[in-house]
């Protein structure tokens, strides 16, 4: 299966700053997915990423707060823009090589 | 489009007792199923997934799992309990689409499993 290197693994950040978190899969995946955990919660899908295109966001997320880049088959970023303390999360990737999804080890962000 | 619903938020157990949580999911086609555990401060880690075949499926760390289609649900089991389960389980479902990558895990909302002795 598929290991995730996932970065940084915590952050505590300002309100009003940005936070870009980076996902590295060691082989090719044709699809990640981006997820949010808030505290005491299950996990949310914020979007799916596909190379070559632009990220697809479920209800409730929009790209101007959670922008995602997804430049080769191996790797992506989700940025989280103009935090608050409501982004407090931790935010995770995952990758389904098909089928058997893994995940990244998860960012624990805190914004104060 | 698919839902879970995992029918106990909290499920207070006595060590070497033993312990189901229990997992309905909702699908208009055929899905996988899958089972993680998240340790306190930890990430998310597999225990068991179904994708065909033989409805009982076996896991790590002695737990199992049995899917019914009828039923629609897909119960976690352990016959015997230690400390060291204490965590929170997530249910999970994504399509079923013949083992090329597809659409993203739908996870319930947790239970979370405390074993005291």
């Known amino acids: 299966s598929a290991v995730i290197s996932q970065k940084p693994s915590r952050d505590i950040c300002q309100r009003g700053t940005s936070l870009t978190i980076q996902c590295q899969v060691d082989?090719?995946?044709?699809?990640m997915f981006w997820y949010r955990q808030q505290p005491g919660q299950s996990l949310t899908l914020i979007a799916t990423a596909n190379q070559g295109s632009e990220a697809t966001y479920e209800s409730g997320f929009v790209i101007d707060k959670f922008p995602i880049s997804r430049p080769n088959l191996t790797f992506s970023t989700l940025t989280v823009s103009n935090m608050s303390p409501e982004d407090s999360s931790i935010y995770l990737c995952?990758?389904?090589?098909?089928?058997?999804?893994?995940f990244g080890s998860g960012t624990r962000l805190t914004v104060v | 489009a698919q839902s879970v619903t995992q029918l106990d938020s909290q499920v207070p157990v006595f060590e070497e007792a033993p312990v189901e949580l229990r997992c309905n999911y909702s699908?208009?086609?055929?899905?996988?199923l899958f089972w993680y555990v998240q340790y306190p401060n930890q990430g998310l880690q597999l225990l068991l997934k179904y994708l065909s075949g033989s409805t009982l499926v076996k896991g790590i760390n002695g737990f199992e799992a049995e899917f019914n289609k009828s039923q629609t649900s897909f119960h976690l089991r352990k016959p015997s309990v230690h400390i060291s389960d204490t965590a929170e389980y997530f249910c999970?479902?994504?399509?079923?689409?013949?083992?090329?990558?597809?659409?993203?895990?739908?996870f319930g909302k947790g239970t979370t499993l405390s074993v005291s002795s």
């Open positions: 082989s090719q995946v044709t699809m």
């Open positions: 699908s208009s086609v055929s899905v996988y």
């Open positions: 995952s990758v389904d090589p098909g089928p058997g999804y893994t």
């Open positions: 999970a479902v994504s399509p079923a689409r013949g083992g090329q990558a597809g659409t993203a895990l739908i």
